[in-house]
């Protein structure tokens, strides 16, 4: 998780503006704002933690709240002072007023909505809340389908400041796409989708890489390949030649022309990144040049499958979305760390108890139309989901255990969608045996 941080690196130690603290009827001390998953309230009965959070206002150093402290409770031995704002920063309410900020003011100005939503959500530790959107900055994604789910995940993933974001899809524009999809216009009618799509988003925020390609994904061979990276040349027969931003990609490049990491990949300091545990297989595929996979495709049917495997054996992290009907769900996926997407299905399956017979085909419960029945509001949930899934792995925040599936039931909106199973381990997939 994160490093180890101590009182003595917060320069000008603050409670968080979003974690602002208040005092019950009771006298106890509320800090970290009442959101279930944040918010902890603590026993003041001398009322010198409502002090020491009050003194915490960014302006003083660490031993200066304490001596604040001190001064109205001068019967309090310091080192309990100075432990209380320890707990309060390893809780993760507390960051560095004079923290700087590590981007050009353009990039301050443009971000300056979203990092501090990252500083509400993140419980890790941390002087500056530029870290997690740092990590974005360096973070390289490769996307699966531009249609309804991926055209509004591909939407905020770049809205948000992922660094390069790869684009892949075989389709033109219809004009049955336009009740959901985000990207297109009627002008684009006709129009390759990855084209439309990589010029709209580029349009979106020119201050990181969109790239794309042209190419369906017709068997598991293909995705091992854009798994590995993009092409160095040629292109898939038929299809236009890739999509290539300039600007920063140019920063990406090795010294053979490829694409590379300019930075180690995110995740691999405290986020969950591409750590792959030691009881995993060795991956049986070189490593990815991405940090994410997002899946926004549903086509071929067996296209989760693939990921799902082709992921395992490159140790690469991955999420997907989708809807069934009302329902809409988001899965998050890291190798090594809980269910595989195939442990999870398996699990669903016995969950549900759909009756079937032996041998009967899952499938039938869930009826696969030629025409997948969406809106812009369940395609915009769906993207949603999967860019909020996407994001807490790049960044770590909020921090996920990986291996389960969350959403939407419309039809309940009372009743959260969560879907989580063990690891199996005799998953075909990830088991012992795979
Ligand atoms: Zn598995």
Known sequence: MAEAVTVEAFGRPRIKPEHRAYRTVDGNVRVGSVIHGIGAEIADPQGWVWTLVEAMDGSRGPSEVVAEVLRTHPDLPGEDARQAMADLLA?????????????????ED???????????????????????????RKA???????????????????ASGVGHVH??????????????????????????????????????????????????VARPEDLAELVAGPRQAGRPPGGPPPVRAAGRDAEHRTSDGRPGHADPPS??????????????????????????????????????????????AA???????????????????????????????DGEIARRDLRLGPGQDPEVASPRMPWNPASAVTAGLSGALLAHAALALLTGVPAMEP?????????????????????HPDCPACGERA
């Open 315 to 345: 140790g690469l992290p991955w999420v997907d979305a989708g809807y069934r009907g009302p329902l809409v769900t988001a899965g998050v996926y890291v190798p090594g760390q809980g269910a595989c997407w195939e442990c999870l299905r």
């Open 91 to 107: 809780a993760g309410f507390v960051d560095d007023a004079r923290a700087s900020v590590p981007v050009p003011p353009r990039e």
């Open 140 to 158: 390289r994604v490769l996307l699966i389908g531009v249609g309804g789910t991926g055209g509004h995940a591909a939407q905020a993933l770049v």
């Open 403 to 423: 291996g389960f599936r969350f959403g939407v039931n419309l039809m309940l909106p009372g009743d959260p969608v969560h879907q989580r199973t063990p690891r």
């Open 167 to 216: 684009c892949v899809d075989p389709d033109v524009v219809e004009l049955s796409n336009l009740n959901r999809q985000p990207l297109y216009r009627e002008s684009d009618l006709g129009r390759p989708k990855v084209e439309a799509a990589v010029a709209t988003l580029r349009a979106l925020n020119s201050d990181v890489t969109v790239t794309g390609e042209r190419r369906e």
């Open 110 to 136: 443009r971000y300056s909505r979203g990092v501090p939503l990252l500083r509400w959500m993140d419980l890790a530790p941390r002087t500056s809340p530029w870290d997690a959107q740092l990590r974005l």
């Open 267 to 312: 995740g691999t300091a405290d986020g969950p990144g591409r750590a792959v545990s030691s009881s995993m297989p060795a991956p049986a595929l070189p490593p990815s040049r991405y940090d994410l996979l997002v899946l926004a495709a549903d086509r071929p049917d067996a296209i989760r499958r693939w990921t799902n495997r082709v992921c395992l």
